[in-house]
Structures are given as C-alpha cells and as structure tokens.
C-alpha cells in the first residue's frame, strides 16, 4: 500500500511539474497583436468622441432652428395683432368726439404716420362735423407678410359700418387695410395704413343697425353729398287773351 501510494504521488508530482514547465515554456502573445488592440482602442476612443460631438452639435443646431422658428411665428403674431388693433382705431370714429380719434390714431405710430393725420386734423374734423359722420369697424381676419426689409405688411379685411347725415341708414362696407408694422427696439410700430390696391370695390349691402363707410384712413370721414336743390315751382300759366 506504501509504496503504491508513493508511486502515485509521483507521478502527481511528475504531471505539475511538466505543467509548470509547459506554463514557463508558453510563448508570450506576438508584440503585434498587442499593438493592434491598443490602435482599436484609440480608434474606439475617438469614434465615440466624434459620435458625441456630432450629436451635440446636431441638437445646437435643430435647438437654434427651433428657437428661431418660435421667434419669427411670435414676430408674426405681434404684427398681426397690433394691426389687428390699429385698424379697429381707423375704423372707428363719431362726429361727437373727433378728437377722440384722432388721439387714438395718433398714439404709438411713427412721426411720419402721426405728422400724416395732425397736417390733415382741421380738415377732417370739418368734415366730420359737417357731415355729422360715425364709423364702428368689425375686423374679420389678418395676413402678415414679411417683407425683405424685416418689416409686415399686414392686410386686414374688415366690415365697416357707417352713417352720416345724408344717409342716416347703417350701411356695411367689406374693405381691405393694408397696414405696415416695423420692429422698433423690442416692440412693433404701426408706420403705414391704407386701403390696399389692387383690390375689387367694396362689397356694399345695407344692413339694419349699420353704418357708411367712411374714407380709407389718413384720408377722414367723407363729406356727405350734396343736398339737391328744390325743383323750381311751376310757372303759372299765362291769362287768356
């Protein structure tokens, strides 16, 4: 039993010894490839430091288009409903408070507008007061276009109801404004208005509880027409011989 064991136990220890000897005699893995799997790391690193940098940049960019793209529709909407605003004032006037009107024309415009309707105030009140003319406006809808120069030009279409002493009915008119909005500092200005161009003649209808349609804005109320004159009486007729 001695000796069996020990024969075993050598041969136990013949096997680690010629494992331990096969372990140091192993040859060491070729310079090469351990230089390769640096270079694919490296290539690695930077693929996935450009991937990162590309996506970031990528999401600037769809952010900055985006916050622009905000910007110009609030650009949009502010111009459109200063001129939305503004064409209410133009639109509505009374022969009872004129210089209601035109102060309210007159506030928050550019010096040219303004000048526009001061130079004109004495006349157009005249005419207002003679004509004993009233104006209320409904506006119907707004189209803000942008132009090269950054400005709007905003066409509003419009009902407005007017009257005056020749034609005490209400009577609607549907018209189109054209009104152009500046951007001044970080606000809007209204800088023009006028009837625009180019457009068919007003729609007209009478309308219970309406009114005349007054002059396209910066030009006033127009006067009433004339009354005609009475028919002369008819001459007596000449005695018999």
Do not use: C
């Not at 102060?103 to 207002?128: F, I, P, R, W």
């Not at 803000?144 to 120069?149: A, I, K, M, N, Y």
């Not at 009902?159 to 034609?167: A, E, G, P, S, V």
């Amino acid at each position: 039993m001695t000796e069996s064991t020990v024969g075993e136990d050598a041969k136990v220890d013949d096997t680690v010894s010629e494992t331990a000897a096969s372990d140091e005699t192993s040859p060491a893995p070729p310079k090469g490839t351990r230089g390769r799997s640096f270079w694919v790391a490296i290539v690695l690193a930077v693929l996935l430091v450009a991937g990162g940098a590309f996506g970031f940049i990528k999401y600037r960019d769809v952010s900055s288009q985006l916050a622009q793209a905000r910007q110009t529709q609030a650009d949009r909407d502010a111009a459109a409903q200063l001129a939305r605003d503004y064409a209410m004032k133009s639109l509505t006037y009374s022969f009872e408070d004129p210089d209601a009107f035109f102060h309210s024309v007159e506030d928050g415009v550019s010096q040219q507008l303004k000048d526009k309707y001061v130079n004109a105030t004495d006349l157009l009140k005249a005419v207002m007061l003679q004509a004993q003319v009233s104006s209320t406006g409904e506006v119907l809808a707004t189209d803000p276009v942008l132009q090269s120069d950054g400005s709007y030009e905003v066409v509003v279409s419009a009902h407005q109801t007017t009257r005056n002493l020749q034609n005490p009915t209400p009577k609607v008119s549907i018209i189109l404004l054209r009104v152009t909005v500046n951007k001044v500092g970080n606000g809007w200005q209204v800088t023009d208005i006028g009837p625009k161009t180019g457009t068919k003649a007003a729609e007209e209808q009478q309308l219970p509880g309406a009114a005349p349609s007054a002059p396209p804005p910066g030009a006033g109320p127009a006067p009433a027409p004339p009354v005609p004159a009475p028919a002369p009486a008819p001459a007596k007729p000449a005695p018999r011989p």
